[in-house]
């Protein structure tokens, strides 16, 4: 049977003072009014049946996921009581779907992008579900034609076609570039980013584990084999913690694309605007720019003399942000925090949260 797993774990750093340990980015209202998590939700539809969709999430945030998708099942919300990372996260979700399903197909999306045309999303998840049913033991991954050299994002290297479909084997990932590396990429053709989704037979990915993980995956099939019983919640919290944290790139995608186990990794392009909403610089890429370049999203109240190529949010429509002279900062402003910091140390807002956390914990 066919599911869909939404991860939606991360914390949003790199989007603070917005997103907040009580208040993660995936429910904060970014997309046009609705939350990342609510439109992530809505863009499934259709695709496989609503008793089939689980979130992925951390345990403390089961309640405001259950708030912003009311309508999915208690037993369709999987918490982990501490961020072990992606690998683990997938391991957990693929091991509590095959609990009732052996055969089960599980989709991993996540929760913070933003996807255009969400018909052609769905077609390539689609593909990507049959390839697997096709070839149990593929490792789907899906690829988006880079439009610029992004130097934030992983990429993908695509091999030989596989006959029959519209995939193709991966012969290499490849980490985040330079610049001049980014460029390489793009003029070669050969290189896709890496979305960060994918599709397998659940009972696929948890034998690769076995072999490049094993200590993991013995520990996920234990928490699985107790998660319909009153000991699930003493077990996971005993064990979960203490996994190994790495992600499932490092920990299956890229051995597994280097044949260190019975499993092969593929690649279906997804053709479409793809967003990874990671941070203010992209989060700005969907508001519209005035003449001098400033991005603000509609809800915010701001004067700028002299003032180019910023960003600026405010989540108090009252509250009037006034700069002269500044030249490409971010200004994000909301209660009881104002952060203000250049657009070329966006990536830092990171190691910002980690000092706010170590002098002003309750800012968090």
């Known amino acids: 049977m066919r599911n869909v797993v939404i991860l939606a774990g991360g914390s949003g750093t790199r989007l603070w003072p917005m997103s907040r340990d009580d208040r993660p980015k995936q429910v904060l209202p970014l997309a046009a009014g609705q939350s990342l998590l609510r439109v992530a939700y809505n863009r499934l539809s259709g695709l496989v049946d609503p008793d089939n969709i689980y979130v992925c999430t951390v345990g403390a945030y089961t309640d405001v996921v259950r708030k912003e998708l009311p309508e999915l099942g208690a037993h369709n919300i999987i918490g982990e009581p501490a961020r072990r990372d992606t690998a683990n996260a997938v391991g957990l979700a693929s091991a509590v779907v095959a609990r009732n399903d052996p055969d089960a197909v599980v989709a991993f999306v996540g929760s913070d992008h933003l996807i255009s045309p969400e018909d052609e999303f769905r ?40 006959e029959g479909t519209n995939a193709f084997v991966v012969d290499r990932f490849r980490e985040k570039p330079d610049r001049a590396t980014a460029e390489e990429y ?16 659940a009972s696929t990915v948890l034998n690769v584990l076995d ?18 019983t009153p000991a699930r919640d003493a077990t996971l919290a005993e064990i979960y913690p203490n ?13 597994a694309s280097q044949g260190k186990v019975d499993a092969d990794v593929v690649v279906v392009p997804m053709p479409v605007h793809w967003l990874d909403v990671g941070s203010w ?9 005035d003449p001098d370049g400033n991005r603000t999203d509609s809800s915010t109240l701001s004067c700028l003399l002299d003032s180019h190529d910023n960003i600026i949010v405010t989540d108090d429509p ?19 925090v104002t952060m203000v910091c250049p657009l070329s140390d966006g990536e830092r807002v990171k190691d910002l949260v980690a000092q706010v956390q170590s002098d ?5």
Not at 132 to 161: D, K, M, N, W
Not at 243 to 255: F, G, H, N, T
Not at 281 to 289: F, I, P, V
Not at 318 to 336: C, E, F, K, M, P
Request: aromatic letters at 10%; charged letters at 20%.
């Open 123 to 162: 077609a390539a998840i689609e593909h990507g579900f049959e390839v697997v049913e096709a070839r149990g033991q593929s490792l789907v991954t899906f690829g988006i034609e880079p439009t610029h050299p992004h130097t934030g994002l992983g990429y993908i290297e695509r091999g030989a076609a596989i």
């Open 186 to 201: 793009l003029a070669t053709g050969r290189f896709w980013w890496n979305s960060g989704m994918f599709v397998w037979r």
């Open 211 to 228: 072999t490049l993980l094993p200590e993991s995956a013995a520990k996920l099939r234990e928490v699985a084999a107790v998660w319909d």
């Open 243 to 255: 996994l190994r944290k790495i992600s499932v790139d490092y920990a299956v995608m890229e051995p």
């Open 281 to 289: 610089a992209a989060l700005a890429d969907t508001y519209e720019a």
């Open 318 to 336: 009252d509250h009037l942000v006034a700069a002269v002279g500044l030249r490409s900062h971010i200004i994000v402003h909301t209660q009881d």
């Open 360 to 364: 002003h914990a309750n800012y968090i």
